[in-house]
């Protein structure tokens, strides 16, 4: 009896869960991931010779293909200029931690395939792990690159210069989209090992410790100590705040 009732607390008792993402990291990551698809959709469609037939993007937006990917391109654009103007510290923050490289992590990336199957996976250091910073250099890298030729594809009409501009946009765009498609298999959580990852970016951008744990044990440790360092106001009970 006594048994089964620790059981049941066990099971009724909330796991334990710590916030990976801020919610305008998550806004942030929402705007660009939204845009990337727009602009995805948009330019396959106009890839594959289908810029006289609207899509069915063009249409509820009411304007031709060639606009609206121009418009979202801006749009992107704006985000990523807002994101280092805003958050500066933060944008700095991730690049120093997608370009690090401390010893081990060639050990990690070796086993890595294995882990995501068993998801025993290899400590590292960082805030991302190995394979997550490559990812972050072709995303990101991939996605300046896009906007950069897309800005010029704008302005430059015609000539060599527009030729090349538009075949980097292509050659990229094949990049960006298979690695889109790599973290969207990981973060949905498919993957034996990257279960529970989806919540680091969605409802509240809270995932239980045990996954942090996992994934990314050093920064878990790191928020751990902030968290003692600094722990939360404690809040009055009701009837005893404010003097009242």
């Not at 960006?176 to 298999?185: A, C, L, N, P, Q």
């Not at 744990?213 to 902030?226: N, S, V, Y």
Request: glycine share 12%; aromatic share 10%; net charge positive.
């Amino acid at each position: 009896m006594a048994t089964e009732n620790r059981r049941h607390l066990r099971r009724s008792r909330p796991a334990e869960t710590v916030e990976r993402n801020r919610r305008d990291t998550r806004w942030l990551h929402a705007g660009i991931f939204t845009c990337t698809l727009v602009l995805l959709f948009t330019g396959g469609w106009l890839l594959f010779g289908q810029e006289g037939k609207p899509s069915i993007l063009a249409i509820v937006a009411h304007a031709s293909d060639v606009v609206l990917h121009k418009i979202v391109g801006w749009i992107l654009a704006g985000l990523g200029v807002l994101a280092v103007v805003v958050w500066r510290h933060r944008v700095a923050h991730f690049l120093r931690e997608t370009f690090r490289w401390d010893r081990g992590d060639l050990r990690w990336l070796l086993r890595w395939p294995a882990a995501v199957r068993s998801g025993r996976f290899d400590r590292h250091e960082g805030d991302f792990d190995p394979a997550q910073r490559g990812a972050n250099v072709i995303l990101v890298g991939g996605l300046i690159l896009l906007i950069g030729c897309g800005v010029g594809l704008v302005l430059v009409h015609g000539g060599p210069v527009f030729v090349w501009l538009h075949r980097v946009h292509t050659w990229v765009t094949y990049a960006v989209t298979v690695m889109i498609v790599g973290h969207v298999v990981v973060a949905s959580g498919v993957l034996p090992g990257y279960h529970g990852t989806w919540r680091a970016m969605h409802l509240g951008g809270r995932l239980p410790v045990a996954v942090a744990r996992r994934l990314w044990p050093a920064w878990l440790e790191r928020q751990q100590r902030l968290q003692r360092r600094d722990p939360p106001p404690t809040v009055p009970p009701t009837g005893f705040r404010d003097g009242h």
